[in-house]
Every structure is written in structure tokens, then in C-alpha cells.
Antibody, heavy 118, light 112 residues
Framework: QVTLRESGPALVKPTQTLRLTCAFS??????????VSWIRQSPGKALEWLAR???????YYSTSLKTRLTISKDTSKNQVVLTMTKMDPEDTATYYC??????????WGQGTLVTVSS | DIVMTQSPLSLPVTPGEPASISCRSS???????????LDWYLQKPGHSPQLLIY???NRASGVPDRFSGSGSGTYFTLKISRVEAEDVGVYYC?????????FGQGTRLEIK
């Protein structure tokens, strides 16, 4: 059974760095073709892809946010971590991690709401 | 980035009636392997998106057969043959041809 669960602070101040963890089970991120992406959704808005890390440790970032994002994985702990620097109120959103198996994003976490406010 | 455009943005439907949502991409989503990298998701209120259709026309595991996907290139359609109350939510198309995923604006289906 595949599950993903996001965790991190619910509230961060402007200019701070956000660190989110995606803890997953039911698959290994060292398996060929497995990837995990981070996607966010601002309140009442559509979905925005942020970053992806692959089984072979290749990493990809949103062009508009790449200077602020770092994605990493700990295969032994079954975790993926996303850090985002220089947080701004416009970064207030629900942050999701999602698994890609080969061609398909088939499982998403339940999401974690992050509010950026002083 | 590939721009995804959905229509309509709001879709009131009577239970038992059919429904259809369109999705257009700014570039072809047809890969050289013959697959169209277009997925459909349903986000029910208070939940994360759930996969309905992958690679344009393949139903995900557990998805009722009243849902179907079609299309190729830059134009795709999601059809619900007979809408049920549990189908309420926001439907998104998503292109996965490029690593940088992009999503449509969403179509809110509501029951009349």
C-alpha cells in the first residue's frame, strides 16, 4: 500500500526558510523509474509544480522558483525533503508530494498547509 | 512551459446526466512513443487530487467506468456518462510530457 505524508511548519515568517518532509511507504525511491515531485496549491487557485527528484538522484526545479528551492532524498528513511528560502506571503499554500511511477503520478499525499505571515 | 486551458470552468449537472470537460494544450502532448502525456484528476472538497485517467485514455485503478478520456495532440476530453453526487469537485487536466508539470485552471462540477 503506497502512502505519502507531508509534514512541516504550519506558519513561517516572511524571509524565513521553509523545510518540508515527505515521508512515504509502499515503494522505494531507489527503484528504477520512481520519482517524487512537490506541487503546491494556493488558496482557491490551481496547482503549481515545484520540483522533482528521481531514483537516480537527478533533480529538476520550476524555472521561476529554482533559485529558492532545494530537493533531496534519504532513501534509507524513505523521505524526500524540500527547502524553500526567502518565504513570502504569496507562498502561502497547501504543499503536496506525489509519486511518479514510470509515466504516472498515481499517489499524492494529503498535503500540508503553510501560511506565511509575520 | 506548456499552457493548459480547460473549459468550462463551472459545470452544473443534473444527476444521471452526462458531463464533458475539455482541455487544450499549447503544444502537442504526443510523445514519440505514441502516448499522449495527459492526465485527469479530481479534487474532492478538502482532499488532495486523485488520479482518474492517465495517458489520455486509461482509467486508473478503482475508477468507475462511467469516466472516460479521449483525445490526442493538443485537444482532450473527459466524459462522465452519468453523473453521480459523489462526482462533485474540481477536475484538473495535467500535462506530464515535460518534467515541469502544468495544470489546467480546473473545472468545478456541481450538482443541480
Amino acid at each position: 500500500q503506497v502512502t505519502l505524508r507531508e509534514s512541516g511548519p504550519a506558519l513561517v515568517k516572511p524571509t524565513q526558510t521553509l523545510r518540508l518532509t515527505c515521508a512515504f511507504s509502499g515503494f522505494s525511491l531507489s527503484t528504477f523509474g520512481m520519482c517524487v515531485s512537490w506541487i503546491r496549491q494556493s488558496p482557491g487557485k490551481a496547482l503549481e509544480w515545484l520540483a522533482r527528484i528521481d531514483w537516480d538522484d537527478d533533480k529538476y526545479y520550476s524555472t521561476s522558483l529554482k533559485t529558492r528551492l532545494t530537493i533531496s532524498k534519504d532513501t534509507s528513511k524513505n523521505q524526500v525533503v524540500l527547502t524553500m528560502t526567502k518565504m513570502d506571503p504569496e507562498d502561502t499554500a497547501t504543499y503536496y508530494c506525489a509519486r511518479m511511477d514510470g509515466e504516472i503520478y498515481d499517489y499524492w499525499g494529503q498535503g500540508t498547509l503553510v501560511t506565511v505571515s509575520s | 512551459d506548456i499552457v493548459m486551458t480547460q473549459s468550462p470552468l463551472s459545470l452544473p449537472v443534473t444527476p444521471g446526466e452526462p458531463a464533458s470537460i475539455s482541455c487544450r494544450s499549447s503544444q502537442s502532448l504526443l510523445h514519440s512513443n505514441g502516448y499522449n502525456y495527459l492526465d485527469w484528476y479530481l479534487q474532492k472538497p478538502g482532499h488532495s487530487p486523485q488520479l482518474l485517467i492517465y495517458l489520455a485514455s486509461n482509467r486508473a485503478s478503482g475508477v468507475p467506468d462511467r469516466f472516460s478520456g479521449s483525445g490526442s495532440g493538443t485537444y482532450f476530453t473527459l466524459k462522465i456518462s452519468r453523473v453521480e453526487a459523489e462526482d462533485v469537485g474540481v477536475y484538473y487536466c495535467m500535462q506530464a510530457l515535460e518534467t515541469s508539470l502544468t495544470f489546467g485552471q480546473g473545472t468545478r462540477l456541481e450538482i443541480k
